[in-house]
């Protein structure tokens, strides 16, 4: 079946330093493909999306690029700032019609002043 | 606008009993999903509803599981005979449509199991 795989945290960076995390997906065809980001204390909230293959989503700072050749959706930002501490999950809409979504395990950011 | 809304946020029980779990999507949402998260398993789909109508529960972990859909709104996931493995933050997510539809998250219910 469909599956996320994401790195596993923690990830601990200095505030200005570039983030990246990783995501790469077991699917049939090519679905829809998310980052959804937990703050502290806060319920999941959509960062961004891409619909198709070479699409970017983009959003505060954040970028990621629908790889079908590598099956990735990898997460970047070029400087990460002490507010986006957080837990970042990649996830894609499974198959058929219900849309639900399959979510990798998680990766929690923590950025030191 | 109002977001999506789960009650209680926090529920304790003592293993055996039943709970019920409530969740009000966001107004005109005729999609609603229900996930599990807990630190062993990550995030898990648990159900999903269109309108009232719930086409497929093999997600629900166990026959002890049920959820309902009232109105095309409000909707309860009641867990009999709680288990200690139940233990976990219960989250649900409305959407306006189905495919490609952004879901919106509410806050969840931690339910722990003692």
């Known amino acids: 079946g469909n599956s996320v795989t994401q790195m596993e945290g923690p990830v601990t960076l200095s505030e200005e330093a570039f983030l990246t995390i990783n995501c790469t997906y077991t699917?049939?065809?090519?679905?829809?493909l998310f980052w959804y980001v937990q703050y502290p204390g806060e319920g999941l909230q959509l960062l961004l999306k891409?619909?198709?293959?070479?699409d970017k989503g983009s959003n505060k700072g954040f970028e990621a690029t629908y790889r079908k050749e590598t099956t990735s959706f990898h997460l970047e930002k070029g400087s990460v700032q002490v507010s986006d501490s957080a837990v970042y999950f990649c996830?894609?809409?499974?198959?058929?019609?219900?849309?639900?979504?399959?979510f990798g395990k998680g990766t929690k950011l923590s950025v030191k002043p | 606008g109002a977001g999506v809304s789960q009650s209680p946020s926090n529920k304790v029980t003592e293993k055996g009993k039943d709970v019920e779990l409530r969740c009000d999507p966001i107004s005109g949402h005729t999609a609603l999903y229900w996930y599990r998260q807990s630190l062993g398993q990550g995030l898990e789909f648990l159900i999903y509803f269109q309108g009232n109508s719930a086409p497929d529960k093999s997600g629900l972990p166990s026959d002890r599981f049920s959820a309902e859909r009232t109105g095309g709104s409000v909707s309860t996931l009641t867990i009999q005979r709680t288990q200690q493995e139940d233990s976990a933050v219960y989250l649900c997510a409305s959407s306006f449509g189905v495919i490609d539809s952004e879901q919106y998250f509410g806050p969840g219910t931690r339910l722990t199991v003692t």
């Open positions: 996830a894609l809409v499974n198959g058929g019609s219900q849309g639900n979504l399959i």
């Open positions: 891409a619909t198709k293959a070479d």
């Open positions: 699917a049939t065809g090519y679905p829809s």
